[in-house]
T-cell receptor, first 115, second 107 residues
Framework: ETGVTQTPRHLVMGMTNKKSLKCEQHLGHNAMYWYKQSAKKPLELMFVYSLEERVENNSVPSRFSPECPNSSHLFLHLHTLQPEDSALYLC??????????????FGSGTRLTVV | SQKIEQNSEALNIQEGKTATLTCNYTNYSPAYLQWYRQDPGRGPVFLLLIRENEKEKRKERLKVTFDTTLKQSLFHITASQPADSATYLCALGDMRFGAGTRLTVKP
């Protein structure tokens, strides 16, 4: 375990479902991130939270809705997804937003399949 | 637009040789660059960070160089082992990643 825990590890959902991905870190980090990783494509940064405030939203469709209730937890709420949203969703955290000292710590990801 | 390119999608080398992976970028001036390792079904794991004023950084069998004139970073694994087989990702200062190079070290 890296210190960043993501649940569930696998998720299959229909296009009309609503589900949530959960991320938890107890590393004392102040910044948390959601990334999307599709096959043969670079990781795409979706959202950035710093000190529980959303500081970046990279043109992500509204069917993805993040929530950061405290510095240790991050959620990604999903609704009315499309098949092309199927991917590995990774959560990461860092000591501060730059991650310049120790890099970023990633969870193992949630493999999402939209049917 | 900003672009990050890792030299090849896959690299195969023989055990004991040095693996060299390349990360090139355009339209960007990062203050630092990071390298990560990713195994199948897992998240990336941080390996090394190099700042723009550093030419080279080493950690055990790993060496990273950073040439801001060429806009390029090289990542070397010396005395490679089959356990080094993985995908290696570079990331620029604002956490934009390259697509990665899948390294396979054959015994």
């Amino acid at each position: 375990e890296t210190g960043v825990t993501q649940t569930p590890r696998h998720l299959v959902m229909g296009m009309t479902n609503k589900k949530s991905l959960k991320c938890e870190q107890h590393l004392g980090h102040n910044a948390m991130y959601w990334y999307k990783q599709s096959a043969k494509k670079p990781l795409e940064l979706m959202f950035v939270y710093s000190l529980e405030e959303r500081v970046e939203n990279n043109s992500v469709p509204s069917r993805f809705s993040p929530e950061c209730p405290n510095s240790s937890h991050l959620f990604l709420h999903l609704h009315t997804l499309q098949p092309e949203d199927s991917a590995l969703y990774l959560c990461a955290s860092s000591q501060d937003r730059s991650g310049v000292y120790y890099g970023y710590t990633f969870g193992s990801g949630t493999r999402l399949t939209v049917v | 637009s900003q672009k990050i390119e890792q030299n090849s999608e896959a690299l195969n080398i023989q055990e004991g040789k040095t693996a060299t992976l390349t990360c090139n970028y355009t339209n960007y001036s990062p203050a630092y660059l990071q390298w990560y390792r990713q195994d199948p079904g897992r998240g990336p794991v941080f390996l090394l960070l190099i700042r723009e004023n550093e030419k080279e950084k080493r950690k055990e069998r790993l060496k990273v160089t950073f040439d801001t004139t060429l806009k390029q970073s090289l990542f070397h694994i010396t005395a490679s082992q089959p356990a080094d087989s993985a995908t290696y990702l570079c990331a620029l200062g604002d956490m934009r990643f390259g697509a990665g190079t899948r390294l396979t070290v054959k015994p």
